[in-house]
């Protein structure tokens, strides 16, 4: 979906004329006129202010270019509902929010993590639980927050 379809979207869906949408973003309505037609985006502060006030993701405004993963535990976060948050109540599009939030990560260490993971993951195949833990730490080692260095 572009820019433009989504952001109408959310207009419409918050049942708002593009005048009321206008206020709410501290913007002309023609502002808003143009953004729905393509002719432009908003910049990446007002951005921001939208993601903000209508409690949108920026990748959803930008009509989810990137395939988002928790840079934590790998999970897919392919909703805004599965996005963590910083304290100010913005979107972090790093992490899921069982693995961060407020601020806080949920996992003081891999080695809490693994465990968790080794005791709560199906293992249909009955896989012995040191094999799996190398495993899952093998793939989390390639995650922005377990990386060396």
């Given at each position: 979906m572009e820019v433009k379809d989504v952001l109408k979207n959310i207009r419409t869906k918050h049942n708002l004329t593009q005048e009321q949408m206008a206020l709410r973003v501290n913007?002309?309505?023609?502002?808003?006129?143009?953004?729905?037609?393509?002719?432009?985006?908003p910049n990446t502060e007002l951005l921001k202010v939208?993601?903000?006030?209508?409690?949108v993701s920026i990748n959803t405004l930008l009509?989810?270019?990137?395939?988002?993963?928790?840079?934590?535990?790998?999970?897919?976060?392919?909703d805004d509902s599965l996005l963590s948050k910083e304290p100010d109540g913005s979107f972090n599009e790093d992490y899921?929010?069982?693995?961060?939030a407020d601020g806080t990560f949920a996992y003081k260490s891999k080695d809490a993590?693994?465990?968790?993971?080794?005791k709560t993951m199906p293992n249909p195949e009955h896989t012995p639980g040191d094999e799996r833990r190398a495993l899952y730490d093998g793939q989390l080692s390639t995650l922005k927050h377990w990386r060396k260095g």
């Open positions: 913007v002309t309505r023609q502002a808003v006129s143009r953004w729905e037609t393509g002719e432009t985006q939208i993601s903000r006030e209508f409690d009509g989810q270019p990137r395939t988002l993963f928790c840079q934590c535990c790998g999970m897919p976060l392919n899921c929010k069982w693995c961060y993590l693994l465990d968790f993971l080794v």
